[in-house]
T-cell receptor
Framework: QQKVQQSPESLIVPEGGMASLNCTSS?????YFWWYRQHSGKSPKMLM?????GEKEEGRFTVHLNKASLHTSLHIRDSQPSDSALYLC????????????FGSGTQLTVMP | EAAVTQSPRNKVTVTGGNVTLSCRQT?????MYWYRQDTGHGLRLIHY???????QIGDVPDGYKATRTTQEDFFLLLELASPSQTSLYFC????????????FGAGTRLSVL
């Protein structure tokens, strides 16, 4: 069983809409989460990271973290076709801080 | 931005063949990683290293060897390639200064026939 689980597997939203992606870890030792974005045919690039409870906003992107439930979510407002990509969640623990564990990703499609 | 270069970009070999994937980073990062990416599995860590001569085992190491010859260069070796190793391979680097953000190379697509 994967230690980092993402949902949904795929998501279609209209241009200008809100996309919400979820990620949960089953490892109680996880203390840091990352979100990476991978456009088709390209390599993953880090989008945002979070380790404190609460939320963090950067432009149209907002990340939430609930450390008690080990759940993080990524919200994209005013979604654009260029946001269409595979979104990967990753987590690490204090003892393995250099060893990121990735989820299987959410494929986001933004329809014009 | 951090630069990580992988070669070759594409490789086809036969079952039982010998393959070496190369990775070079020019950012003076201490950590380097090899991941494989398969549909439905995300990115899975094969091996990683925190400096020349060091090697750490990842989550899916079976059938793979790796060697870090310098701070810049990290190699992945498949000595008896099998069809199950057909995949997209990514190399990445990171360091404390980058808050452990992974910088990925462009990837190597390997097909084992």
């Amino acid at each position: 069983q994967q230690k980092v689980q993402q949902s949904p597997e795929s998501l279609i939203v209209p241009e200008g809409g809100m996309a919400s992606l979820n990620c949960t870890s089953s490892d109680r030792n996880v203390d840091y989460f990352w979100w990476y974005r991978q456009h088709s045919g390209k390599s993953p690039k880090m989008l945002m990271s979070i380790f404190s409870n609460g939320e963090k906003e950067e432009g149209r992107f907002t990340v939430h973290l609930n450390k008690a439930s080990l759940h993080t979510s990524l919200h994209i407002r005013d979604s654009q076709p260029s946001d269409s990509a595979l979104y990967l969640c990753a987590a690490s623990t204090p003892s393995g801080s250099w060893q990121l564990i990735f989820g299987s990703g959410t494929q986001l499609t933004v329809m014009p | 931005e951090a630069a990580v270069t992988q070669s070759p970009r594409n490789k086809v070999t036969v079952t039982g063949g010998n393959v070496t994937l190369s990775c070079r980073q020019t950012n003076s990062h201490n950590y380097m990683y090899w991941y494989r990416q398969d549909t439905g599995h995300g990115l899975r860590l094969i091996h990683y290293s925190y400096g020349a001569g060091n090697l750490q085992i990842g989550d899916v190491p079976d059938g793979y060897k790796a060697t870090r010859t310098t701070q810049e260069d990290f190699f992945l070796l498949l000595e008896l390639a099998s069809p199950s190793q057909t995949s997209l391979y990514f190399c990445a680097s990171s360091d404390v200064g980058s808050q452990n953000t992974l910088y990925f190379g462009a990837g190597t697509r390997l097909s084992v026939l």
